[in-house]
């Protein structure tokens, strides 16, 4: 499996803009499905985002639609996470996920990285 490393968390204010970035190393030869998932304290781990090879098909938590923005650049093994419009409700451990299986599932994301805060006050 892939190794992930999530980066550009931090401690932003109600309304403001954060980007995320997950670098991936290891087995990264061939095709794989990227995703972000976060988890707030007393709160179970949660879908935020995912994105398919191609980067073609996206697919947001309907808590973050039109809000969120993920993307990758697979030259660099890269993906990212643009957050806008920055809610409390946003605070949480954020994850990136990676799964060489490309069904597009929410629930079968074998890979991930150790985290990276998020914290937004109001």
């Known amino acids: 499996q892939v190794q992930l490393v999530e980066s550009g968390g931090g401690l932003v204010r109600t309304g403001d803009s954060l980007g995320l970035s997950c670098v991936a190393s290891g087995d990264t030869v061939g095709m794989y499905r990227m995703g972000w998932f976060r988890q707030a304290p007393g709160k179970e781990r949660e879908f935020v985002s995912q994105?398919?090879?191609?980067?073609?098909?996206?697919d947001y938590e309907d808590s973050v639609k039109g809000r969120f923005t993920i993307s990758k650049d697979n030259a660099k093994s890269t993906v990212f996470l643009q957050m806008n419009s920055l809610k409390p409700e946003d605070t949480a451990v954020y994850y990136c996920?990676?799964?060489?299986?490309?069904?597009?599932?929410?629930?079968?994301?074998?890979?991930w990285g150790q985290g990276t805060q998020v914290t937004v006050s109001s």
């Open positions: 996920a990676a799964d060489r299986n490309v069904a597009f599932s929410r629930a079968t994301f074998t890979s």
């Open positions: 994105i398919s090879w191609s980067g073609g098909r996206t």
